[in-house]
Nanobody, 121 residues
Framework: QLVESGGGSVQAGGSLTLSCAASGVWYSNFCMAWFRQTPGEEREGVASICDDGETMYANSVKGRFTISQDNAKNTLNLQMNSLKPEDTAMYYC?????????????????WGQGTQVNVSS
């Protein structure tokens, strides 16, 4: 089970940190990611991280967002800085078993319910 938190409303240029708490059966070989979705649009990958610490970012967030994981706490984080109105979306965390660093949606099988981020101009 994945539960996101940390969403909210912020002005452009501000920062937010999203967290995703994982519970239940856990594997030693896995990757996790943050996705986001706006109404009528496809869910897009934002950032991904695997258990070895390797990361991947969408071009739209490179240099502004940082993904990290706390394995001891089974928590995934997304530090979002210099937020823009176009970052407004529902943000989801997801996980897959195995080592596949990707921002493609299909390989991820376990999803959280999402947390809303609103960035005003």
């Amino acid at each position: 089970q994945l539960v996101e938190s940390g969403g909210g409303s912020v002005q452009a240029g501000g920062s937010l940190t999203l967290s995703c708490a994982a519970s239940g059966v856990w594997y030693s070989n896995f990757c996790m990611a943050w996705f986001r979705q706006t109404p009528g649009e496809e869910r897009e990958g934002v950032a991904s991280i695997c258990d070895d610490g390797e990361t991947m970012y969408a071009n739209s967030v490179k240099g502004r967002f940082t993904i990290s994981q706390d394995n001891a706490k089974n928590t995934l984080n997304l530090q979002m800085n210099s937020l823009k109105p176009e970052d407004t979306a529902m943000y989801y965390c997801a996980t897959l078993v195995g080592h596949l660093l990707t921002l493609e949606r299909r390989p991820y099988r376990i999803w959280g319910q999402g947390t809303q981020v609103n960035v005003s101009s």
